[in-house]
């Protein structure tokens, strides 16, 4: 469904959207519908000359005159791999939002707002990252799209009547390995813009074209459903909302090695580097953003200016990153962007792709001409979440936690969700179906995880199983993420009211399953797995393979304890387990949704694992789960999945809870995986201990981190939204609130209010917001509750039920 929005302000010039940029609507429902645009008529478009596949930057205008400026001109837009529209001088749109090449996306825009009576200018870049593009970026080669939506605005669709010329200013700033520390990064090139070569102005309908060339007319687009498509871009409309964009500016500097205005760099406050010296300043954002940072300076002919990111310091010679707020006796490293100038004034610089960054080195190197830093600032860039969930009564503390947490995840999410905004950005599931939760609780809106969920779908091999992340250039699997992807549907059914989304995906589902279903033996158990098997990063797992599943050679060997590479014989139990798991919650969704044939054939695949888990790994000297048969190792995960598995229940759930918390040789859950330590406690109805579970944050904070590390240290990215997953869990276990029943239409409250004595908040609902007030009296409780209109619920408190009908409900324990 595509509804008008009003106009947009997210950066993007006065252009009205088709689409809503910022506030929460409802996901509407996910019947089959046509593709916006049946037939595509324009065409294609390059630059002559131009490399199909390689690293260049394109500029292409189109000149057109209207007698008056109507009520409306809708045109659809794309591009491989990215563009920026312009509208007489006004940026437009941007994007596409990124796809694969079967589902690449457009972006539908109203341009009447920006036009005028007269002569009116379109004018677009272009870029193909080249061998060097992004992870996430897929392609298939340079070009440009572009159609009037009626008749009315035909005349602007691309081809050959449109101009075009190579931007040669341009060129890839590849990292060096010893640049980033040796660090596993695929996040793309910097820029390197000379700026004598650049054409300034090209957007601006003034600029003279006159000797640009008339663009090359490639084959028309089409839509995915059509037949034998001419291109290889299979066009759907974009289903999220333009990103966010506002100003941001640094926050103060660390060091200088020339005196700069006392405003700088808070405000705009010029400042000259003579001619042939050199300056150098350390600029503090002041907590991790991701922005594109905008760069004005003017004179310099030559000089030479950089700038580089990096999310911290580091500490010479070592790999520690110590206390995050200290910079004296630590260097930076990290990616850069180079500007060369040309002596023009007020020339502004901005990446074609944005940064991530705390901190901000600027260094200038000034040759015969002074060179002048007019100013140096950030426009803010993420996915438009609202935040919407409150948590008071936690205390300071909890709410730094909260912050920092929201931070997190709105710095991980952009046109998709994202492991980490600096090192990867790519959409990995077990990262995901986290983030999707934090987004249900704390925002409400779900157009992002809706995609997430989609496009992990899309990857699905013939085999059935998903790709670990998506969209990806290359291809990565890790089976115990296909069977979390089976988590996020259910998430998404449990969580969201949109029961014929879900029914789409429970072919995926059943794929899925009849891969693992191919490789279990006799009694139920996994045989050994092919790919990478992660489960968790700990120092015990190299690999962060399980023992029993670690069949990943040539990289830090086998995790001690475990079956060799390759062992015939291995078996693990969190695995065993987490498809345990998957095949109740596929069930769920196929009796509420789909074929209670198929449901009843899971439940009976559990039954068979439940039997042979406790047969295999259960160790009853220590009233544990082993990880493999061999019972010589032990960890939290086996038993938390246990406990979520429904293996415990009840008294005995409480004893093993508490014996995964006390036994102190078990392999020790990291940041990630504690979402699904903390998910136990809460069902082994010992949510009160979840406070006492926050060490990790509490010693990030304490180290000056503004967002939450990919592990605790030594960890390489700064930003991991998986950490986030206190934001999900502290309203959910603290205040209570969770769904008691597909498509949250039935609320339960169930409390853990550990340590607190008074809390209250409130959480998105897809009909409203639930709201919640509790106040403890020794044992007993006072409790508000206010359900949306049409829901209804119960709380728990104590082991007693009382029921909760829409609209406020006042009890007492």
């Known amino acids: ?328 006796g630590k260097e930076m490293r990290g990616l850069r962007d180079v500007l060369v100038a040309d002596g023009g004034r007020e020339r502004l610089f901005r990446p074609l792709w944005w940064r991530t960054y705390r901190y901000l080195e600027l260094a200038v190197e000034a040759r015969a001409e002074a060179l002048t830093v007019d100013d140096l600032r950030g426009a803010f860039t993420a996915y438009p979440f609202t935040r919407k969930a409150r948590f008071e009564g936690g205390g300071p503390e909890l709410d730094r936690i909260l912050d920092v947490g929201w931070r997190t995840a709105r710095l991980c999410a952009h046109e998709t969700y994202m492991d980490c905004p600096y090192y990867e950005q790519l959409q990995y599931v077990g990262d995901t179906r986290i983030q999707a939760l934090v987004s249900y609780y704390a925002s409400g809106d779900d157009r992002l995880a809706r995609n997430a969920v989609e496009q992990v779908d899309d990857s699905r091999t013939a085999e059935g199983l998903t790709m670990s992340r998506f969209p990806t250039r290359l291809p990565q699997y890790i089976p115990p993420f296909s069977l979390w992807w089976i988590g996020m549907v259910h998430d998404y059914w449990w969580y969201r009211d949109d029961p014929a989304f879900v029914r789409g995906r429970l072919p995926g589902v059943r794929s899925v399953l009849t891969f693992f279903a191919s490789r279990q033996r006799a009694g139920g158990s996994l045989g050994p797995m092919p790919w990478w098997n992660f489960l968790d990063w700990t120092n015990a797992w190299p690999t962060g393979s399980p023992p029993g599943w670690n069949f990943v050679t040539g990289w830090g060997g086998p995790a001690p304890g475990a079956a060799e590479p390759g062992d015939p014989n291995g078996a693990s139990a969190p695995l065993d387990l987490q498809l345990l798991i998957a095949y109740a919650e596929a069930a769920d969704l196929e009796e509420g949704l789909g074929s209670t044939t198929i449901a009843a054939e899971y439940r009976q695949a559990a039954a068979r694992l439940r039997a042979e888990v406790p047969r295999l790994y259960w160790e009853e000297r220590r009233q544990l789960y082993a990880d493999t048969p061999a019972r010589t190792t032990f960890s939290q995960h086996a038993n938390v999945l246990a406990i979520l598995a429904g293996l415990a229940e009840g008294q005995a759930a409480r004893a093993l809870i508490g014996r995964v918390l006390s036994e102190p040789d078990l392999v020790p859950c990291s940041i990630y995986f504690r979402h699904y330590l903390h998910a136990a406690l809460n069902r082994a109805g010992e949510g009160d201990r979840l406070l006492d579970q926050l060490g990790p944050w509490r010693r990030m904070l304490a180290l000056g981190l503004t967002t939450w590390a990919e592990k605790e240290d030594p960890s390489r990215s700064e930003c991991h939204a998986w950490g986030a997953s206190p934001n999900f869990e502290l309203p959910r276990t603290v205040l209570g609130v969770d769904s008691a029943g597909p498509g949250f239409r039935r609320v339960r409250i169930r409390p853990f209010l550990g340590r607190l004595t008074q809390v209250a908040g409130s959480v998105p609902h897809p009909r409203g917001e639930i709201a919640v007030s509790l106040v403890r009296r020794g044992v007993g409780l006072d409790a508000e509750v206010r359900l949306p209109e049409g829901v209804e619920g119960e709380l728990v408190w104590a082991g007693e039920r009382r029921p909760l009908g829409p609209g406020l409900t006042r009890l007492r324990f």
């Open 1 to 328: 469904m595509t509804t008008r929005a009003s106009l947009a302000t997210t950066g993007l010039g006065l252009c009205a959207l088709f689409f809503s940029a910022a506030a929460f609507v409802p996901s509407p429902p996910s019947e089959p519908a046509p593709p916006a645009v049946r037939p595509w008529t324009a065409r294609w478009i390059s630059v002559p000359g131009a490399s199909p596949t390689g690293y260049g930057v394109y500029h292409f205008r189109r000149r057109f005159t209207l007698g008056s400026v109507p009520g409306a001109f809708v045109v659809h837009v794309t591009a491989d791999n990215r563009y920026q529209l312009f509208v007489n001088g006004v940026r437009a749109a941007s994007g596409p939002a990124r796809g694969d090449l079967f589902h690449w996306r457009y972006e539908t825009v109203d341009l009447a707002p920006l036009l005028r009576a007269g002569e009116n200018v379109l004018a677009a870049v272009a870029w193909n990252f080249g061998p060097d593009a992004p992870e996430a970026q897929l392609t298939s080669r340079t070009g440009f799209l572009l159609q009037g939506d009626t008749a009315a605005q035909k005349d602007v669709d691309t081809g050959p009547a449109w101009v075009g010329r190579r931007d040669d200013g341009y060129e890839p700033l590849l990292l060096k390995p010893e640049e980033i520390r040796h660090q596993y990064y695929v996040a793309g090139p910097g820029d390197r813009l000379t700026a004598a070569r650049h054409p300034w102005g090209w957007e601006r309908p003034e600029f003279d074209d006159t000797g640009w060339a008339p663009a090359q007319a490639g084959p028309p687009g089409s839509s995915r459903e059509a037949f034998d498509a001419p291109s290889p871009w299979m066009l759907v409309p974009r289903s999220i909302p333009a990103m966010e964009e506002r100003p941001e500016r640094l926050e103060r500097v660390r060091q200088a090695s020339l005196r700069v205005p006392e405003a700088f760099p808070r405000e705009r406050a010029p400042f000259t580097v003579p001619p042939g010296t050199s300056a150098r300043l350390l600029l503090d954002q002041g907590h991790l953003t991701t922005a594109y940072p905008e760069l004005v300076v003017s004179g310099g002919k030559d000089a030479t200016v950089t700038l580089r990111y990096a999310e911290n310091l580091w500490v010479p010679g070592t790999g520690d990153k110590g206390q995050r707020d200290e910079v004296d």
